[in-house]
């Protein structure tokens, strides 16, 4: 693997634990990788496996091409949020989008009523056609 690689999954990854406020030592315990692997991984003096890295972005709640630098936007992972924590966390980035000029795209009704899978998730005209079936 380049040296460049090397860097950005490195510094990829210390960002990803900075955020947490967490110490090496935090991921170890979470995790059972050694700290001193964390902070090789974490310099760029070695590369995680695909075992590692997979059990790092479990942990981390990010995916591996954000790791590995194959896709350059971050994902935010909402699983433990609910619906109305989760609509203001895109209003937040629709208004921040908005400010720069970036168009702001409709949600996909289908992944929003199946993220949920309940009658409240879906749309007013969704909710319209299925009582008219």
Do not use: H, W
Not at 104 to 133: Q, W
Request: hydrophobic share 35%; with cysteine; net charge negative.
């Amino acid at each position: 693997m380049d040296m460049v690689l090397n860097i950005e999954i490195a510094e990829r990854l210390r960002l990803e634990r900075i955020n947490l406020r967490i110490t090496q030592r935090d991921v170890q315990l979470a995790t059972g990788i050694a700290a001193s692997s964390i902070s090789q991984y974490e310099s760029g003096t070695s590369i995680p496996s695909a075992e590692i890295l997979k059990k790092l972005c479990q942990f981390y709640r990010c995916s591996s091409d954000y790791i590995l630098g194959l896709k350059q936007n971050y994902t935010v992972n909402v699983d433990d949020l609910d619906k109305p924590e989760i609509a203001a966390i895109n209003q937040v980035v629709n208004t921040i989008r908005r400010a720069k000029g970036i168009e702001v795209a409709a949600i996909n009704s289908d992944i929003y009523r199946d993220r949920f899978d309940d009658d409240e998730a879906a749309t007013d005209s969704e909710k319209s056609r299925e009582e008219r079936n």
